[in-house]
Structures are given as C-alpha cells and as structure tokens.
C-alpha cells in the first residue's frame, strides 16, 4: 500500500521551506501527499523550538495528532525539526506517541526515516546540524504560485546570550551563489513573481564561502532572473548592514523598499548582555542612512522586553526610542529564559507578569504608530501584487512591496481589471487602523 503522508509545519518561514523539500523528497518516491490529516497514513510534524511558546505549541501539537492512531488511518508520526534537534533523547523517553524524529541536519533522508517508521523501528536520525541544501533537492512549494521563499544560508555564528538557534541549526554556512540563482529560476519558470530571501543571518551571507559581504551581489543576480519582478529580504543582521547593501536596494527597481531589520532593543545596557552588534548610537546612525538613502523606504524591526536586568527605566527609554524612530511595523517577544545560552545564567531576570505588561504597552504604543506611517500612503499610486478575491466585500486584496506576505498591511483594491497573482497600480484612498491583533490594512 502507498503510504499517505500528511506534513504539518510549525514556526518559521525556514521551517516552511524544509517541510517543502521534505514533501518534494516524499512524493518522488511515490508516496501520496495529503491535505486532511484524518487520511494520512503517515504524518510528519516539522517543529519550532526556539522560545517556550513554540515549544509548548509543538508538544501540544504532537500529542493531538497522536490520536489519529484511534480515530483515523494514522500508522506512523514523525517529527522533525528544531524541537528534535535540542531534545532527542527527552522526546524519544517521555513521548512514547512518536514513531521517529529527524533533526534539522538530517531532513534531506525523510523517505529512510519514513520507512523505517512504518516498520516500527522508531528510527532516530538526528546528527549534527551541518547539511545545507542545493537546488537539486526536489521542493513542492505550498506558497500561493506567485510567491515563495528562498533561504541563501543556515545557522548562525553571532551567539547572541538569548538566542538558541546556533545549538538547534549549527553554525553559518551559506549556499552557493549559483545554487540560488538556479533554484529561483526554476521557481521564476513555474510562475513565481516574489521572491523573500531568507536567512537566520541574511546580511552575513558569502563571508563564508567568498571574499566578503556577497549579499548586495546575489540581490541583484536573483533580479536578473527572467520573470521575477520582486525581491524581498528578511532577518538583516544590523551588524553586516552595509552602505554598499542599501545602495543595492535603492537603485535597484526590483528590489522591495522593505528592510527586515531585527533591532532586538535600543539601551546600550541590555545590547551588551545580549552581545548584539553596536550600541544605540549605531543604530540611530543606520536607521538614518537607510531612510536618506532609500527614500519611502519601511522598516521592520522585533524586540525583545523583559531581558535580564531590564529595569524600567531602561523600558521607558526603549519607549521614547520606538516613537522617534517610528518604525512602519514592529514585532514584540517577551523573553524566553532558553536553558544552555548565556542568557539564562544572568541575574536579574524579569518576572513574567512584568514582561506580559511591558509587551502590552509596546503593542499599544506602535498601534498608533503605524497607523500614523500607514497614512503616509493616501494619495499615492502604489504597485500592488493581488493575492485573492473577497465576494462578500466585492474587492481584492494585494501587498504592496512594503508588506511582507502574512505578517504585515494588506490592500484593499476594487476594480474591473484586476487578476490575483498579478502586480497592478493602486491609488490608495484612505488607511483603516492597525488592531492589536496583528491585523493590519491599508
């Protein structure tokens, strides 16, 4: 019987890319790839382990598929990724639920891993995080057919105190030049426009492999490619942001004006426990060089409240710092006291409650603040990629090339001659408010 195979994804967008090479490696062999989990024979849960919330999502989501072992057709669950990678042997000892794991080097042999499962042998393949995939692995991409991601690099060498990734992904390696450009142009023949470049570590790639920052060079190699009309970059490391890099976007059309610039926190205190790059001088400096350079240009940033020492001055401070830079969009994370980083062994850790409210208040305070940057737009003709049709409102949504795909503003557009998938000139008329439930609409 041909094994019917079910691919849950959990967390990040590298995540995502992962399970599509997982999928593509599983329907070559010529097992059937399944959307209804109550049909899957076999189901693969990729995970995300990187803060408590995920992880607690992950278990949880783990044990409710388990029981498709007595209501449905499932024989064998496997789980991947990077809750695997950091916590092998606890899974294999407390979950008796789960009949295989895969870590995040080890992924590209799903198909052994798969059949050793359905066997019964509760195969372990979880090896040291070192693989980095080429083009020839086959990808079924899940994304809308006009957009996808394409990750240029794995793991991390920056060793941030709060941060897990170099223990669940490995150090830095980047993928060759010519490995990227050949999978975007496959994905460019099957009809993708978008391309996000994704990375742990975007701005850091080629040091590796070549001699230098190569970042502004594979820019404009993926733009070249025949029928991508736009690129995108996510995760800039603010450390490797170089003048050369936004010269890059800013003269190159095709380019999204997007900086995905994760800041973590503005006090020089904190910065340092965290061990990021720079202090708040720097980062004031590039802020402004990025804005002079790349005019209208939007900037995303995350931060992380409740770090270890973290007083409340220091918060207030990172308040004032927000409402003058006035960043378009802004990502909030309490954090997560990670057993095995530095981070975890400061003192000073910030009470829970503490963090939640300090989250709270940031949330609230950026809410008017992008709605004050979304106004900006009114009036202006915008280039808008449409991604559905709404037929209780009569209108269609797109992104603009200041919204990322998911987590940023939509727009909203009525007209006769729109397509979905297809980029079209937008005059925007008004902006709707931003909620605090992450939605948010120009």
């Known amino acids: 019987m041909t094994e019917k195979i079910n691919i849950v994804t959990l967390g990040c967008e590298k995540n995502l890319v992962d399970s599509e090479i997982m999928s593509g490696l599983v329907h070559e062999r010529g097992y059937t790839l399944v959307d209804e989990k109550e049909e899957a024979t076999v189901i693969i849960v990729n995970t995300c382990g990187f803060i408590d919330e995920a992880k607690e999502q992950s278990v949880n989501t ?29 899974l294999m ?61 794995e793991g991390c060498d920056n060793n941030c105190t709060f941060c897990s990734i170099p223990i669940m992904r490995g150090a830095f390696r980047s993928r060759s030049m010519e490995s990227i ?35 502004p060079e594979l820019l404009n190699r993926v733009s070249e490619v025949e029928g991508i009309e736009w690129v995108r970059l996510h995760y800039a490391y603010p450390g490797f942001f170089t003048d050369e890099l936004i010269r890059t976007m800013a003269d190159n059309p095709k380019i999204c004006k997007y900086v995905d610039m994760p800041l973590q926190h503005s006090e020089d205190a904190i910065l340092k426990r965290m061990r990021r790059p720079g202090r708040q001088q720097d ?4 802020v402004k060089r990025i804005r002079e350079m790349i005019p209208g240009v939007s900037l995303r940033t995350s931060i ?8 409340e001055e220091d918060f ?7 409402r003058e830079i006035g960043f378009d969009r802004l990502g909030v994370f309490t954090y997560s006291n990670e057993e095995g980083t530095p981070a975890s062994r ?13 989250a709270n208040t940031l949330m609230e305070l950026q809410r008017q603040l992008t709605s004050d940057r979304g106004s900006r737009y009114v009036g202006q003709v915008l280039d808008v990629l449409v991604e559905r049709y709404d037929g209780r409102s009569d209108v269609y949504i797109g992104r603009s090339q200041y919204d990322a795909p998911e987590i940023d503003g939509e727009v909203f557009v009525r007209g006769s001659n729109v397509s979905i998938g297809e980029i079209t000139k937008v005059r925007i008329t008004h902006a709707f408010e931003y909620d605090l439930s992450g939605e948010e609409h120009q």
């Open 62 to 90: 783990i044990l409710e598929l388990a029981e498709l072992k007595e209501t449905a057709k499932l024989k064998a669950l496997i789980v991947s990724g990077c809750l695997t990678q950091r916590y092998k042997e606890q």
């Open 181 to 215: 450009v050949a999978e975007v142009e496959t994905l460019a023949a099957q009809g993708v426009k978008e391309i996000s470049l994704i990375a742990q570590d975007s701005t850091n790639y080629g040091t590796d492999l070549y001699d230098g920052f190569k970042l």
């Open 316 to 322: 207030e401070r990172l308040c004032d710092f927000v």
């Open 346 to 358: 400061l003192p000073d850790q910030v009470p829970e409650e503490v963090k939640e409210w300090r």
């Open 93 to 153: 000892d407390e979950m008796p639920e789960i009949d295989g794991i895969v870590g995040t080097g080890d992924f590209h042999n799903i198909v052994q891993i798969v059949d050793e499962a359905v066997r019964g042998s509760r195969p372990v393949w979880v090896g040291n995080p070192v693989f980095n995939y080429e083009e020839a692995l086959p990808r079924k991409v899940s994304t809308p057919r006009y957009t996808t991601y394409v990750k240029i690099a």
């Open 304 to 311: 992380i409240v409740g770090f270890p020492g973290e007083t």
């Open 283 to 286: 980062i004031r400096s590039l």
